[in-house]
């Protein structure tokens, strides 16, 4: 057994569990964590700019790599600024881990003053976290470190959080270094899957609603086959976007606060199938559920299965080995002629797409120009502004882990910096967010981040000078009496080339053209594009009740 340190201990503890890339913002009670990843070359270092970024890019690391992301800060304001990140990985199911320092273990919970002190810290985290825990020794760090990957690894991947005391990263102690592991996936109940595909057996009109937890479970194949062998059509969330290729001739594409194509065929279903959702309030109007719908639902965690929606089969299990087992059921089965036929679903994405041409003709400008440059891998992070809560309805994906949001978090200004993550984890696949004046505000240091170390993003800032779902909500329901939504901005291409970004400033109709420019760089970018404030789908009457 060595004899480390705690802060080495820490270090050799992630790179035993596989950890490549830790994000950190310095401060005197982790700097023995800092000290030990000196002259380290199997796991590397990112310092940035503002705690809430450790998270951020952490998450989209986590959510392009399918491994834990990890982000390192101080105790106090530190875990306070990073916890933004958290409740977004929480909202996802990120696995992120969140390494925080703490005050010397004896002035815990005396409530002296120390430097950042907060009595209770991990009760800030508790909230967005799976698990949290506060080492007391050195040589326990490696066994918390390994259930903290445990935590984020079985079950539903969500985030976890260590806290370590100073003094403890300072002292030695002889340690035992544990090894990754990989654990089993839970699978589906035999006799819950036989019910579910008796079911199936008689639906006439089944739709499958495909989650976030899909695109965890890297599903796609077993979605787009039980969709073929049903006739089924398929609807998913944003954070299951891309889960079946959106041009497929079964995909209605997202459901969007009852906007969408789904919103077409939703009444019309006999049997819904809900895989890794948990049917969220963004599921309301045309698209929400409905008493005598019968729901199948497949999640691997059962404290959601039935919170929204009363289940008639509930499938405690990871979405891929579920929907493997179902299909292995039915396929010994007799089934009818397809439920859906291509030219109805068909008809209805042309539904919504006449919707789409008239009401959104600007955002779909832009949209269709995004669409047009990048490859179908490409990485578009789609943020908490006009053009990207359009992009969920109006950008098509074809390829799954290929779009990113937020969730119902809703976090302003995540766009930016969980891009440079998902670039850091991806660099040879583009890298483009969406995001508005607003929220790129949150997160504009982070250039300095993306320029030392190279991390060329490109970042698409839609500038109305307002909060634009606010200002448009005053606009409407306010009777336009405009108070604390307007914005005044600098030029943002400008700061780009200061702080040795490239930064471009184009009209809506020059997005191709900048886009272009941008990949070629090969360097961070921003595309500056003005546009009017403009209405969000869910200040909109539902498309399909016109």
Not at 455 to 481: C, E, H, M
Not at 524 to 546: D, H, N, R, S, W
Request: neutral net charge.
């Amino acid at each position: 057994m060595p004899q480390v340190t705690g802060g080495q201990a820490v270090v050799q503890a992630l790179v035993e569990e596989g950890v490549e890339v830790v994000f950190g913002l310095p401060g005197v009670q982790i700097m023995h964590i800092f000290d030990a990843f000196y002259n380290r070359s199997d796991i590397r270092l990112i310092t940035v700019r503002h705690e809430q970024t450790t998270t951020y890019m952490a998450d989209g690391y986590a959510r392009v790599k399918g491994t834990p992301g990890v982000g390192l800060v101080v105790p106090g304001p530190g875990v306070q600024n990073a916890s933004a990140g958290l409740g977004t990985a929480f909202s996802v199911s990120s696995p992120v881990l969140l390494l925080a320092g703490q005050i010397e273990s004896p002035l815990i919970g005396r409530d002296t003053g120390a430097l950042h002190e907060i009595n209770d810290q991990l009760d800030i985290v508790r909230p967005v976290t799976k698990w949290c825990y506060r080492v007391r020794e050195v040589e326990e760090i490696p066994l918390a470190l390994h259930e903290a990957m445990r935590q984020m690894k079985t079950g539903r991947p969500r985030p976890t959080a260590l806290e370590i005391p100073p003094d403890i990263l300072a002292k030695t102690a002889q340690v035992t270094f544990l090894k990754a592991e990989k654990y089993p996936l839970p699978s589906p109940d035999p006799e819950r899957v036989y019910k579910a595909a008796a079911l199936l057996e008689k639906a006439q009109k089944p739709i499958i609603w495909a989650g976030g937890g899909t695109i965890i479970s890297r599903a796609s194949q077993e979605v787009i086959t039980l969709a073929e062998m049903l006739g089924a059509a398929v609807a998913t969330t944003a954070e299951g976007k891309g889960i079946i290729p959106e041009d497929h001739p079964l995909a209605l594409g997202v459901g969007y606060y009852g906007q969408g194509a789904p919103a077409w065929a939703s009444s019309q279903a006999d049997m819904v199938i809900a895989v890794g959702t948990r049917l969220t309030g963004q599921m309301y109007g045309p698209t929400r559920l409905r008493i005598p719908q019968q729901l199948i639902h497949i999640d691997i965690d059962p404290t959601v299965i039935g919170k929204n929606y009363p289940a008639e089969v509930a499938l405690v299990a990871d979405a891929r080995t579920a929907l493997q087992a179902l299909i292995a059921e039915i396929r010994r089965r007799p089934l009818g002629n397809p439920a859906w036929s291509a030219q109805e679903i068909a008809e209805i994405r042309r539904s919504h797409q006449r919707w789409l041409d008239e009401k959104i003709p600007l955002q779909q400008r832009i949209i269709s120009q995004i669409r047009q440059e990048l490859v179908e891998d490409a990485i578009l992070i789609s943020g908490i502004t006009n053009v990207g809560y359009w992009s969920h309805l109006a950008y098509s994906v074809r390829h799954p882990g290929s779009y990113f949001s937020s969730s119902y978090f809703a976090t302003l200004g995540f766009e930016f910096p969980t891009a440079l993550g998902a670039k850091v984890a991806a660099p040879n696949r583009p890298v483009v967010c969406i995001v508005g004046d607003g929220g790129f505000m949150y997160a504009l240091p982070e250039l300095a981040t993306a320029v030392q170390y190279h991390i060329p993003v490109i970042t698409l800032v839609f500038v109305d000078n307002a909060f634009g779902a606010s200002n448009n909500d005053q606009q409407t329901r306010f009777k336009k009496r405009f108070i604390g939504t307007e914005l005044y901005n600098p030029s943002f291409a400008q700061i780009a080339e200061v702080f040795g970004a490239k930064g471009i400033r184009v009209g809506v109709e020059q997005v191709s053209k900048a886009l272009r420019e941008a990949l070629e760089a090969d360097r961070p970018t921003v595309i500056e594009v003005p546009i009017p404030t403009l209405p969000p789908p869910f200040q909109l009457p539902y498309g399909c009740e016109k």
